[in-house]
């Protein structure tokens, strides 16, 4: 059973602190890593991806990959009450684009306080 | 470019019953992947459609199906409801062999 693991939160940060967010995998061979926001009620939107090992930086956010660890996370910088949501990681256990299986953690609900 | 877009937005049906759900994917997108997202399950993949065929299937009963058309947009029938197919339906399209995929708004789907 190929798992992925968040803490469920809340995380609760301060306006303009940095939230930190965590997503373990189980399966070694998956290749591709993504990070989806979703606010109450609504549908999850792409916020970042990530493929190889390191960081990659897009705006305020940040995603790290360390694939010997089986371990990525997403930071906000200068978080915004706008930024209140859940956040969830996505792993796809498929070899390409055509064998694509995403699974999906549980998610981790991220509250920024003004 | 338009989004995702599902129909119907949200759906009541009796237990036993059976449901026809709507997608259409952003233009040039022939992928189309179906997630069922409930509190209790989190978002579970269904199954994935490229060039009106079955691709990619997810563990659930047979009861769940789906099909895609000609022009790329998708449908999934779930028959026999039971109360536990209660959930936020989602389609979720991309090109053939990327990885990025993008949701639509879902379809909410109560069964009584």
């Known amino acids: 059973q190929k798992e992925v693991e968040q803490n469920s939160g809340p995380l609760s940060v301060p306006e303009g602190a940095i939230a930190s967010l965590n997503c373990t995998y189980s399966d070694r061979g998956s290749q591709s890593f993504f990070w989806y926001r979703q606010y109450s009620g609504k549908s999850p939107e792409l916020i970042m991806s990530?493929?190889s090992n390191g960081d990659k930086e897009d705006g305020r956010f940040t995603a790290q990959l360390n694939k010997a660890s089986q371990y990525v996370s997403l930071l906000i910088r200068d978080s915004q009450p706008s930024d209140s949501a859940t956040y969830l990681c996505?792993?796809?256990w498929g070899s390409g684009g055509s064998n694509y299986k995403l699974t999906f953690g549980k998610g981790t609900l991220l509250t920024v306080n003004p | 470019k338009a989004g995702v877009t599902q129909t119907p937005r949200y759906l009541i049906k009796t237990r036993g019953q059976q449901v026809t759900l709507s997608c259409s994917p952003i233009s040039g997108h022939r992928s189309v992947s179906w997630y069922q997202q409930t509190p209790g399950q989190g978002l579970q993949f269904l199954f994935e459609y490229f060039s009106e065929t079955q691709r990619n299937k997810g563990n659930f009963p047979g009861r769940f199906s789906g099909r895609q058309f000609s022009n790329s947009r998708s449908e999934m029938n779930v028959s026999t409801l039971e109360l536990g197919d209660s959930a936020l339906y989602l389609c979720?399209?991309?090109?053939?062999?990327?990885?990025?995929?993008?949701f639509g708004p879902g379809t909410r789907l109560t069964v009584t």
């Open positions: 996505a792993v796809n």
């Open positions: 979720a399209s991309k090109t053939g062999y990327s990885y990025e995929q993008y």
């Open positions: 990530i493929y």
